[in-house]
T-cell receptor, first 110, second 112 residues
Framework: KQEVTQIPAALSVPEGENLVLNCSFTDSAIYNLQWFRQDPGKGLTSLLLIQSSQREQTSGRLNASLDKSSGRSTLYIAASQPGDSATYLC?????????FGTGTRLQVTL | DAGITQSPRHKVTETGTPVTLRCHQTENHRYMYWYRQDPGHGLRLIHYSYGVKDTDKGEVSDGYSVSRSKTEDFLLTLESATSSQTSVYFCAINGQGRTEAFFGQGTRLTVV
């Protein structure tokens, strides 16, 4: 059974810092890995989708990487802003049921 | 934006009444899911569907039923609402293979 873990569980950084969120998974037979953000009281917004054949994807200040051999994905956020404050989730979309990571709560302070 | 909508967005109902939440998609995705999210908990799977008339239980299915008579619609029914079912409900969709999953905006249900 796939298990997806995110470290750290919570992170606070000052505005402008570059940061990395980590996602580890136990089963490397993965089709894709998707990163979402959830703002308080809101739904999940898709950020990036990485296919198993890809090593990374970029969108604006976000860059996500996937290393199947080591069972890891990272989400890199450049020049963080207060608007980046949210909970970030990585999700394995391989099986018929999505497997969610444990989440990282990010706070970007002024 | 992905074509997934939930209705209603907010609902207040009385204990013991039936409630139906609707999830509608325009992406023609095979898989549809219903989750609930409560403070201190992550998203918990209630039921999911892998095709028309094909559904299966998730980890918190007691007290809930679902139906999918068309590819685009997935209904979640609380047969007799209880206060413990007060929650925010999210619908999600996912295609088969290497496609992107999307979530609805959520339905905030309060059972009084």
């Amino acid at each position: 059974k796939q298990e997806v873990t995110q470290i750290p569980a919570a992170l606070s950084v000052p505005e402008g810092e570059n940061l990395v969120l980590n996602c580890s998974f136990t089963d490397s037979a993965i089709y894709n890995l998707q990163w979402f953000r959830q703002d308080p009281g809101k739904g999940l917004t898709s950020l990036l989708l990485i296919q198993s054949s890809q090593r990374e994807q970029t969108s604006g200040r976000l860059n996500a990487s996937l290393d199947k051999s080591s069972g890891r994905s990272t989400l890199y956020i450049a020049a963080s802003q207060p608007g980046d404050s949210a909970t970030y989730l990585c999700v394995d979309g391989t099986a018929s049921k999505l497997t969610f990571g444990t989440g990282t709560r990010l706070q970007v302070t002024l | 934006d992905a074509g997934i909508t939930q209705s209603p967005r907010h609902k207040v109902t009385e204990t013991g009444t039936p409630v139906t939440l609707r999830c509608h998609q325009t992406e023609n995705h095979r898989y549809m899911y219903w989750y609930r999210q409560d403070p201190g908990h992550g998203l918990r799977l209630i039921h999911y569907s892998y095709g028309v008339k094909d559904t299966d239980k998730g980890e918190v299915s007691d007290g809930y039923s679902v139906s999918r008579s068309k590819t685009e619609d997935f209904l979640l029914t609380l047969e007799s609402a209880t206060s413990s079912q007060t929650s925010v409900y999210f619908c999600a969709i996912n295609g088969q293979g290497r496609t992107e999953a999307f979530f609805g905006q959520g339905t905030r249900l309060t059972v009084v």
